[in-house]
């Protein structure tokens, strides 16, 4: 019987590489593989559902191209026909959002970074991701990718490599590629009569897409509004003037909390003749001039409030934004403006990893937000307080990637992670140059947890040669470049780089990072040198480093890696034993991690 854990060989002498023994988490089912959900039922688009499951399923289409103008629904409906396509792929549906990536990235490896891969010794992203997906039938929803110069390229690549994959796909216009399904999303129209239904009353469903959708996100507002005899003309007109579509719909429906139905037809009608006030024509509201009025009535704190958050791309909780908020705004006053927001459909709630509410929005709106921001001349202001809240949450967050609340805080950095690539290249651009160091430091080890190896490499070896001086932050940088370096098999880079964090760190008699670029030279002579001799020295000098700050889990990880030499060796007696000291010391701090990791080297062992 073949296990996947062998005995480990001259070339790859342990799994461990530093203190940190629970560092190597599996590829995270993550929130970039998750379908996103919303608090409303989807209306109106049942007949699309089934045509997209004919496309994909009955004429075995494997490129549908969803289109339409921002705001009609592309992505709810990708994600409604994804749900109902499930059972047909055996190995299921993925949800990848580029909405938060830059049109600017490597998109070869944002793909592979939302698939959840991990990056591979001399193989490019695109190989990684073919080669994943080559023998998998699943269907993959690739959502708002209209500013992705090169995705066309791309997904012709997966078509041709990948040939169990289908690919729904949502942009603003066709990708021009051969092949591809283009299925054009319009906005609800109204009914071919042109009227409601004659008997209708509270009882009554409406037939209008329009109008039911209207009534559900009032209804979010209102709890007890229905839409009547009395009430019915109003809506439908309110729903004709915003064209029907849905993002409109959901952006006007909540105003109903401080007005009827008739003032907020009146209002609108007002609003749309402004710009052209041609008698007999039918004011029909735009997308522009929709958010323009959900902006307009917001008070003056609220719009400021959301021009700022609109420098946010991912997932982020309240204590994520408060920072970047207006300097002098209260968090109680700050709260209430974002609930006001949300209670507006400015800004959503997505289900998070755990039970904190996550806030996201949507990229139309982002957009229209982020031109108020630049209008003001607020934007190099928010942008540097957005920099200086990224770096407090990544050093937070660093501590932590380790500990018991690993997962919880690897899915919060997740869905950060671009707001966090957008803050480091922001620093670097600013010339601060310290401070990008700092934010690339202490993400070092999410890219290696989470494998984006190479991502992290580039972040450390970029801000590294920007910054002299500072030699406690350099020495942490580099023993997380020489961990990635090892990772990616280069062990000329890996040593250079341990070499140079332990002569920082022997300089200032920092204890902790001696032993971990100790244990990182360990790992490049075991497994690049088979010179175990010197190996086993450096761990002995790790943890007497360790011993020095009576650091119980470090020395543990030292004896872990020790066990692991023996074990190479050969040497299973000793190696056994000095497993079951390194278990000893982990359960002295109840370390359940450490504990399971020295029950798995024993088994192994055994």
Known sequence: MQYRHQRPSAANSWPLVTARDDDVV?????????????HTRMVGRHEDCLRLREL?????????????????????????????????????????????????VDLDAAFARLLGLRDVQDQS??????????????????????????IADLLRFLQERCQAISLLVTSRHTLGIYGEVVYQVF???????????????????????????????????????????????????????????????ELTAPRLATRTPAALRRELEHRAAQPDDTPGAMPVMTMDATLRLSYDH???????????????????????????????????????????LVARSLVSTPPGPDEEPRFTINPVLRQFGRGQLVAEGEDGAVAHRHADRLIDLGEMAEPELTGPNQRQWLARIAGLYEDLRAAHAYLREQGRSVDALRLATALWRYTYTRGHYREGRVMLEESLCDVAGHDALRSRAC??????????????????????????????????????SRIGLADVDASFENDTASALRHLGLAAEAYEQIRDTRGIASVLTNQGNIQWTLGQLDRAFTTHEEARMLYAQINDERGMAWSDTNTGRIA
């Open 125 to 150: 992203h695109r190989e990684t991701i073919a080669r994943h997906l080559h023998a998998r039938e699943m269907l993959i929803v690739v959502d708002n990718v209209e500013h992705m110069p090169h």
């Open 298 to 340: 917001l008070d003056p704190d609220e719009r400021q409030v959301f021009r700022a958050i609109c420098m946010m791309r991912g997932h982020w909780t309240i204590d994520d934004v408060l920072p970047i908020l207006p300097p002098g705004m209260d968090e109680m006053t700050a709260i209430s403006h974002l609930d006001t």
């Open 56 to 104: 994909l399923i009955d004429e075995a289409q494997r490129l549908v191209v969803i289109t339409g103008t921002g705001g009609v629904g592309k992505t709810r409906l990708a994600v409604a026909a994804a749900g109902e396509l499930r059972p047909h792929f055996r190995h299921g549906t993925h949800f990848l959002s580029f909405s938060p990536v830059p049109g600017t």
């Open 187 to 249: 906005p609800f129209s109204r009914r071919a009569d042109d009227s409601l239904l004659p008997d209708m009353n509270p009882a009554t469903p409406m037939q209008d897409p329009a109008v039911q959708l209207f009534r559900e996100v009032a209804r979010a507002v209102v709890p007890d509004f229905e839409v009547t005899p009395d009430t019915a003309e109003d809506v439908a007109a309110i729903c004709d003037q915003l064209g029907g579509l849905p993002l409109a719909i």
């Open 479 to 516: 023993n997380g470049l020489g961990l990635l370096a090892n990772v990616l098999r280069d062990a000329d880079a890996a040593r250079q780089a341990h070499e140079t964090a332990l002569a920082l760190a022997t300089r200032l008699g920092l204890q902790r990072e001696i032993a971990l």
């Open 26 to 38: 599996g590829p995270d089912p993550g929130a970039a593989l998750r379908m996103p959900t919303w």
